[in-house]
């Protein structure tokens, strides 16, 4: 099985990755700045490094990358300067999503492949029609306003559930939401849910990147697990953080 990841050299992305080699998983990164990644990973032979960006690759390049992939697992973020939140590219999550996505389904794979997109809590499920408090839909209404990185997760979540949805023949996918990010060295004790428990706004939880790769690493790897959250944005939090 080999695994596409883009947003490989984030903090949660080399998470990913690093979990997915140790437990022997082929992967190809597509990296703009490979000097970036881990000297480890260089003479990785698990390993195939694609140095490019990933929205200047032209359809034939997306669909040769994704040919041989059992799943794609999207770490994409916008950088948190002023060039990250307001420049170019504005929808890079979402376009990201769509053009693999497209890649996937020209490719006419045997079976359907597996898409993880790494999302935030604050971005609502609206296939469950999860309920938010007044003032949590004030703020988000002006995240949306003020912070183009917010429009461009819900609309990439939005793509998978309307464009891809439930009963697609080539794409199954999976929304992971974390909460509030932290650093941490090693994974804890986690937890899943189908939707939040608190509020995204005002009372935050937290979730360790590296506990996010090992979510997201399982559901890559354990066909029962994917089978239980396929199609679905479960929340992780730290099983600390909601003590």
């Known amino acids: 099985m080999t695994t596409l990841v883009v947003g490989a050299s ?26 970036k990644l881990p000297k480890s990973w260089i003479n990785n032979d698990l390993l195939q490094i694609i140095s490019a960006s990933v929205l200047e690759l032209s359809d034939k390049e ?25 420049g170019q590219p504005r929808k890079l999550v979402t376009d990201t999503t ?14 359907p492949v597996r898409y ?11 296939d469950l029609n999860e309920p938010i408090s007044f003032g949590q839909k004030i703020i ?20 998978l559930r309307t464009q891809i949805g439930q009963n697609n023949d080539f794409i199954e996918w999976v929304a ?11 994974v804890t004790d986690y937890e899943i849910h189908p939707s939040p428990t608190r509020s995204a706004i005002f009372n935050a939880g937290k979730t360790s990147r590296i506990n996010v790769g090992h979510f997201m690493t399982n559901l890559i ?9 396929k199609g679905q944005m479960p929340v992780i939090y730290n099983k600390s953080s909601l003590d």
């Open 176 to 186: 992971v939401r974390p909460d509030g990010l932290t650093i941490e060295e090693e």
């Open 10 to 35: 984030g903090a949660t992305g080399i998470n990913l990755v690093e979990q997915l080699l140790n437990r022997g998983q082929k992967v190809k990164v597509i990296v703009r700045s490979p000097e």
């Open 62 to 86: 997306m669909s040769e990358h994704v040919f041989d992939c059992h799943s794609i697992a999207s770490c994409l973020g916008h950088n948190m300067n002023w060039k990250g939140i307001y």
């Open 116 to 126: 993880v997109l790494m999302n935030t809590t604050g971005n609502r499920n609206r």
């Open 221 to 229: 790897s354990d066909d029962d697990l994917w089978n239980k959250w």
């Open 98 to 111: 769509r053009r693999l996505c497209n890649a996937i389904k020209t490719n006419n794979p045997e079976s």
């Open 140 to 159: 988000i209404g002006l995240l949306r306003l003020l912070l183009p990185p917010h429009v461009d997760n819900e609309k990439a979540a939005d793509y």
